[in-house]
């Protein structure tokens, strides 16, 4: 069908309208109509139906992605189908200039099944050499020192594959680390994820002594965090605390590492008033994976905050895994759980733990108003603790005629209120994309 805008003004009504079109025998105008065209086309059609400028097209917003193909080495660009799979079964070349073959033959619609049925190449393995080879050549875009470079000439693509996720600084300097200390494929995924994680973790303790800019930091501070996740003393927090003095870089790093491992001499014991005054829940934002990737996890039985608070009374005390598998056994049925890493405040917590869901933040007392947050959070409570006795900490209690309310100790006095449901010791927010708004201290009241 023509549109308007391929139509062009008819600038002589004289002329017959069937003039403008590029037909030479009038016996194929008399074939299609049963009617004489000189008779029926006597009255001119009017110009004025017709825009006298086109209309531009509108533009097309949405334009799906198609990725560029990727680079062919100007030894494999003559080859057709079969030549590129006669090089992928052999091996012929450097892996990182066969590679691209692999994409190349996928836009030509084989699978990877087909490729490695005929090649020997898994789907894991055709994964892993495309991914590799680009984080090669964006290791070379941004001019990585020759000698790390040359360490992946014959080999060391599982490696490569594992650090996809950073920035192409971070890359540069997880290369140089790899190198140096020879970790496998397994030590570069960690060392990955410690420096993707470590920006996260603002809020942990000792992170101040640790620098974001050296591999070896971010991974001590991984092995840190997992020490305190143990029980003091055991052996396997001793265990992560010497991995972490082993890999950490800077002094300041090494020195927060000794001191946890001696035990924390330097630090005085803490007076009773002192201890009051120093109460402090951790607020904590989820991060998306987080869980999957905890060494670690806890699973709590939930109650929603709207509910009879006789359901928190009643919810399971306690939860344990045993086995090969790490089955979980709850001592009686419920119907909701959450599944968090096991933080520090939650280490310890076997017993007693119980979360309560509530859909409104400002539930919770916070100092600034700009943390009055209309969002779902996690409150985790022990159960084993419910006398009010310290006024600086944070209880879960039923006031105002069967309203649960989180407030601390001394405000519940105030009340009259000598014994609470349970005592906080963790708030869990929900993920979310941007999480640079983590509480501190000085956000509670």
């Not at 008779?39 to 509108?58: G, M, V």
């Not at 410690?194 to 973790?201: G, L, V």
């Not at 992170?207 to 305190?228: I, T």
């Not at 096991?342 to 017993?351: K, V």
Request: aromatic content about 8%.
């Amino acid at each position: 069908m023509l549109s308007s805008t391929s139509l062009k003004p008819i600038t002589n009504p004289k002329i017959p309208f069937f003039s403008s079109f590029s037909i030479q025998n009038p016996s194929l105008l008399s074939f299609h109509l049963p009617f004489s065209p000189s008779k029926a086309l006597l009255k001119p059609i009017s110009a004025t139906l017709i825009p006298s400028t086109p209309q531009p097209q509108q533009q097309q917003l949405y334009q799906p992605f198609r990725p560029p193909p990727s680079p062919l080495p100007p030894k494999f660009r003559s080859l057709d189908a079969q030549g590129r799979l006669d090089v992928l079964a052999n091996r012929n070349g450097l892996w990182f200039e066969y590679a691209p073959l692999i994409p190349s033959l996928y836009q030509e619609g084989f699978s990877p099944p087909s490729i490695e049925e005929i090649t020997g190449i898994t789907g894991v393995e055709q994964n892993t050499l495309i991914v590799a080879s680009q984080v090669r050549e964006s290791l070379i875009q941004s001019k990585t020192d020759e000698d790390v470079m040359s360490f992946f000439d014959t080999g060391g693509a599982e490696l490569l594959y594992e650090i996809r996720l950073l920035s192409a600084s971070q890359r540069a300097e997880a290369v140089r680390y790899i190198v140096e200390n020879g970790l496998d494929a397994k030590g570069a995924q960690d060392l990955a994820r410690a420096m993707k994680d470590f920006p996260r973790r603002k809020m942990d303790k000792g992170w101040k002594s640790f620098e974001y800019g050296l591999p070896g930091d971010c991974l001590s501070f991984m092995y840190y965090r997992l020490s305190r996740e143990h029980r003091n003393p055991s052996e396997q927090r001793t265990a992560a605390l010497m991995q972490a003095l082993q890999v950490a870089e800077s002094e300041s790093a090494k020195k927060e590492v000794s001191q946890e491992l001696e035990g924390g001499e330097d630090e005085k014991p803490e007076k009773d008033d002192d201890l009051e005054y120093r109460v402090r829940v951790p607020v904590v934002r989820m991060q998306f994976g987080e869980v999957a990737e905890a060494t670690s996890v806890v699973v709590l039985p939930v109650c929603m905050a709207e509910e009879d608070t006789k359901e928190i009374l009643e919810a399971p005390l306690e939860c344990r895994s045993g086995g090969d598998f790490g089955v979980v056994e709850a001592e009686k049925g419920w119907k909701r759980w959450v599944v968090l890493p096991s933080w520090e405040p939650l280490a310890g917590l076997r017993h007693g733990g119980v979360v309560v869901a509530f859909s409104d933040a400002r539930v919770i007392p916070w100092k600034s108003n700009r943390w009055y947050k209309e969002e779902a959070i996690l409150v985790v409570t022990d159960r084993n603790r419910k006398e009010v006795e310290v006024d600086a900490a944070f209880y879960l209690a039923k006031v105002d005629g069967g309203r649960l309310k989180v407030d601390t100790g001394s405000a519940l006095k105030e009340m009259g209120v000598k014994e609470s449901l349970g005592t906080v010791v963790l708030v869990v927010r929900p993920p979310k994309e941007e999480s640079d708004d983590q509480l501190s201290d000085e956000d509670w009241e």
